[in-house]
């Protein structure tokens, strides 16, 4: 069986805007913080947020808190910006099920 994703619960479409709502919202984070992708990555890799801000990969919950820390803010405020983005794309949220 393979690895659970709360992206496999979501339309193949939505998950898109999910990962790609949140990598956006990293990239945006860490270029204002004047942090290259090698610079926040430790202990994970610059390939890892790479595919994180390229919305190839949903980052876990720890290395959401992780990354949060190093960019000066905190998980709960990047998911707060990434559910603004898609608010606007799904108004009542469950136009797509």
Do not use: C, F
């Amino acid at each position: 069986m393979g690895k659970a994703s709360i992206t496999n619960l979501l339309p193949l479409e939505r998950a898109a805007h999910l990962r790609s709502s949140l990598g956006s919202e990293v990239r945006r984070r860490r270029l204002a913080a004047h942090l290259s992708q090698w610079e926040l990555s430790a202990p994970l890799s610059r390939a890892y947020i790479s595919q994180v801000e390229s919305g190839r990969t949903l980052p876990s919950l720890p290395a959401l808190i992780l990354l949060a820390e190093r960019l000066g803010t905190s998980a709960d405020e990047i998911l707060k910006s990434v559910n603004q983005t898609l608010s606007v794309e799904y108004p009542d949220g469950h136009e797509d099920r």
